[in-house]
């Protein structure tokens, strides 16, 4: 039996049918049409599916989805505005943070709650590396993510940032 | 994947169009009670359909890779939204820790540091960032997995754990608490509701340590705490608990008597670490042999009991 879910998608109060036994990551990508909540594991190993739940990261794949009625979700199209890439974006490109690209939009949602929370406090390689230990990337080799990172943080400090 | 005929047979397609390349999670209805009585009254009502579930960081998984299997009409049950078992709580020289709280919580609660410091070093080195948002502490205990790496700090901290059915409450210590590989004291019907955990003496040090077969995001091969407390120079107190080495988190008690009342030099460091390896009975499975097993957790035990003794000097 198919019910109602009503939760802040992307800033936006919506209400979606979905099965009691979904995940987060197939109502996202399903009924949602959140399709750069990537799907690999399914197991909460890679990270590829990671959303911000009232602002903290998760893996989609590891929340059942009727579990979030009320709550607010945000995936990576919740950083463009008015179809313009976030500045976070920008530096994923700029600083070759993203290859094939299959990891990058948990990588983002994961870095953008870290570069969040870190307010004026400059990230550091550890820490940076120890956020992002739950999302794997098999291209980059994390250098430039890293990179990536830390001139987002810069471009947040300079401003340039929603 | 395909069959000999060339089938596609690891894909399958589910009810909502999409498809998946593991099992799908059985036909189910979902509750969120508010408060203990609800959940309770759920629990009768169901009876052996219902299936008490937090964070589901182990549920899901175990689901999808076919480990568990549910007949249709499962009543799965979240405690996360209850008020009650969201809570870390101090009364006097005790920490109440809610069954829903998340290890992020805990990892970041000043009173954990306070209380049980070695709790907040063994979370740290839990799962991920992601995992840890929404795992609880509860969860980990309730799988009882040899690997549980909440087990051995909770262990060396002499904590107990509160469990709860229609007939009451009872207090079981963490150390009576698992009975095998996946098996515990809870019969079914029951839950966990806090998990207590005494304050750590000033006396007192303790350490957590584990390995796995990377640095990060993995189940220990072994993991191992320690507590220690020392007078005039001589250890007075000492708890030694090692995961992943026998059926269930353990303590080794010849170990922990054998530093009764001796300074924690060198030798006695050594030879403690070599009786904790000996008492215990690893299996060899995919991650690790049972001999390297025995190996790290001589290790682990004695790297434990330095770092304890480098702080109380
Ligand atoms: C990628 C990944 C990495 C991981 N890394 C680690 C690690 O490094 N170390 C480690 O120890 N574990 C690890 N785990 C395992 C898991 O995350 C933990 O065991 C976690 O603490 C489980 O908590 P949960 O709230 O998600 O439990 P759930 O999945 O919700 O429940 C687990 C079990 O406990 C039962 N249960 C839960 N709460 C209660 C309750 N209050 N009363 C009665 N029964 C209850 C459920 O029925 C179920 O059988 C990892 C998991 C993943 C996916
Ligand atoms: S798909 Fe969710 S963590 Fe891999
Ligand atoms: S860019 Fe390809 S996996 Fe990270």
Known sequence: MKIPLTFVLNNQETTLMIDPGQTLLEVLRGQGGMTSVHRSCEEGECGACTVLLDDEPVNACLVLAASVQGASVMTSEGLVKDGTPHPLMKAFTDELGIQCGFCTPGMLMNAYALIRKAGDTELTD????????????????????????????????????? | MSDTNGNRT?????????????????????????????LMDLIKIHGPAARIVAGC???????????????????????????ALNQIETHEDMLKIGAGVTLTRILTSPDVKGFCPVLARAVEQMASLQVRNTATMGGNLCMASPAA??????????????????????????????????????????????????????????????????????????????????????????????????????????AEQFLSGKPLDDQVVDACAGMAASAVSPITDLRASAGYRKDVAKT?????????????T
Request: proline share 7%; glycine share 8%.
């Open chain 1, 126 to 162: 550890a820490v940076i590396r120890k956020t992002l230990e739950g999302n794997l990337c098999r291209c980059t080799g994390y250098v430039n993510i890293v990179k990536s990172v830390k001139t987002a943080q810069k471009l947040k400090m300079a401003g340039e940032w929603w």
């Open chain 2, 10 to 38: 690891t894909m399958t397609t589910r009810p909502g169009g999409s498809f998946i390349g593991s099992r799908a999670m059985p036909e189910l209805v979902y509750h969120a009670p508010k408060t203990l009585p609800e």
């Open chain 2, 57 to 83: 960081t182990d549920v899901i998984p175990s689901i999808r890779t076919g480990r568990w299997r549910f007949d249709p009409g499962l009543h799965l049950v979240d405690i996360t939204k209850i008020n």
């Open chain 2, 149 to 254: 790496d909440t087990a051995p700090p909770l262990l060396v901290s002499d904590a107990t754990v509160i469990l709860q059915d229609a007939r009451g409450e009872t207090t079981v210590p963490v150390a009576d608490f698992f009975t095998g590989p996946g098996r515990s004291v809870m019969t079914p019907g029951q839950m966990m509701t806090h998990i207590c955990i005494p304050k750590i003496k000033d006396q007192d040090s303790a350490a957590f340590l584990k390995i796995g077969t990377r640095t990060a995001v993995i189940i220990s091969v072994v993991s191992a705490a320690v507590r220690i407390g020392m007078a005039g120079g001589v250890c007075e107190s000492a708890r030694i608990a090692l995961g992943s080495v026998a059926p269930t988190p353990v303590r080794v008690t010849a």
């Open chain 2, 300 to 312: 682990l035990v004695k790297r434990c009991l330095m770092a304890c003794r480098k702080d109380l």
